[in-house]
């Protein structure tokens, strides 16, 4: 849950996805869900000469599974929350293991 928490926190914020087919893919996060399936609006192939037949494709599904991974802006991160809720899972497993 902490994950979907985090990027719920970057609706409409441009990332890039990279995915585990070596293609990146750059767009704005219009929604995700839980198992990491992201809808991006305005998504443009990083490199289009390598692949050019995706160019014409600008709304994307991308499946959770073949993610590899999700680059963020710097400035979108908050470190503090993903601190806390860091720490509270840990406690969490810590709690469930004793």
Do not use: C
Request: glycine share 4%; hydrophobic share 40%; proline share 3%.
């Amino acid at each position: 849950m902490l994950i979907f928490s985090f990027f719920k926190t970057l609706m409409n914020t441009e990332i890039t996805v990279e995915l585990k087919n070596e293609v990146s893919i750059r767009g704005t996060i219009k929604s995700i869900d839980q198992f990491l399936n992201i809808k991006l609006d305005n998504a443009t192939v990083v490199d289009e000469l390598k692949w050019p037949h995706m160019s014409s494709t600008h709304d994307m599904f991308i499946r959770g599974s073949v993610v590899r991974y999700v680059h963020i802006p710097p400035d979108k991160v908050d470190i503090g929350l993903l601190e806390d809720a860091t720490r509270r899972e840990a406690e969490k497993s810590k709690a469930g293991a004793a």
